[in-house]
């Protein structure tokens, strides 16, 4: 599961790149939003569609890295909360990382709102999937017996029977 968990972390990071540091070709571009809250004010402004659009998107940009990485990291006898907390500043972290990175992409402008809206979608999805799915993970841990193993040497009667003390010659 860590395996893939990688993979598809790596894949959506490609997806993620591509889609946010690609320059555009565009005749005018707006100043860099700087001000909190001020994007999604504008954007509720313009009509429930464009706000849905605009705010959706950003909210489900990152929001895959909130399942990913508890995935990747394989964990399942964790505090919930340092989990969350974790997760969360690892998003805030790359959706730092993008804005930063958008200043030097043409067409491409910084907007707070972008990171808080990230932000928001990792710790969403980190809660309505991964408590569950570790819950559900360590129950079938439990219900599963392990299975003694046998190496090629040993009889099928069992290993042999150790004597737990041997006095050693003067």
Sequence with gaps: MRAAGGVLLVAHLLVVAWITLRPLDVPWVSAANLEPLAGIKADLERGPEQAARQIGGALLLLAPLGVLLPLVGGRLDVSPLASL????????????????????????????????LNTVGVGLAHLAVVPAARARLRRRRRCVRPRARRTRDEAPQGATPKIPRVGIAP
Excluded: H, N
């Design 85 to 116: 907390a974790r997760t969360v500043a690892a998003g805030a972290l790359l959706s730092l990382a993008i804005e930063l990175l958008q200043t030097g992409v043409p067409g491409q402008v910084v907007d707070v709102d972008s990171l808080l």
